[in-house]
């Protein structure tokens, strides 16, 4: 079956970084756009990253852009979300998911994907 695995989540202090790695099986992988969402208590799951089938094409939400890289290694069926500068607002569970890559289309809503991971606590503290 379908498992997507995140780790590498954690509590640092404003200004630290974390590395979140999302391990994948039952999947292709390489056929894949794959992207990192995140949750705060009481909030509804948004989007902060993506990047297509072979990592040639990133895109990131507003909150992300300059302090987060998205990246992907398809020989270990991983996908990475580098996180630098984090600020307290930060603070969430963070999830991976895997869908159709639709080329110069960027999906950004988690209607667009078909696989989800379980997700992995991030706390920035200030």
């Known amino acids: 079956q379908v498992q997507l695995v995140e780790s590498g989540g954690g509590s640092v202090q404003a200004g630290g970084s974390l590395r979140l790695l999302c391990a994948a099986s039952g999947i292709t992988f390489g056929n894949y756009a794959m992207a990192w969402f995140r949750q705060a208590p009481g909030k509804e799951r948004e989007f902060v990253a993506h990047?297509?089938?072979?990592?040639?094409?990133?895109y990131y939400a507003d909150s992300a852009r300059g302090r987060f890289t998205i990246s992907r290694n398809n020989a270990k069926n991983t996908v990475y979300l580098q996180m630098n500068s984090l600020k307290p607002e930060d603070t969430a569970a963070y999830y991976c998911?895997?869908?159709?890559?639709?080329?110069?289309?960027?999906?950004?809503?988690?209607?667009?994907?078909?696989?989800w991971g379980q997700g992995t606590q991030v706390t920035v503290s200030s």
């Open positions: 998911a895997a869908g159709p890559d639709y080329g110069v289309v960027v999906g950004t809503t988690p209607d667009h994907f078909d696989y």
């Open positions: 990047i297509n089938w072979d990592g040639g094409s990133t």
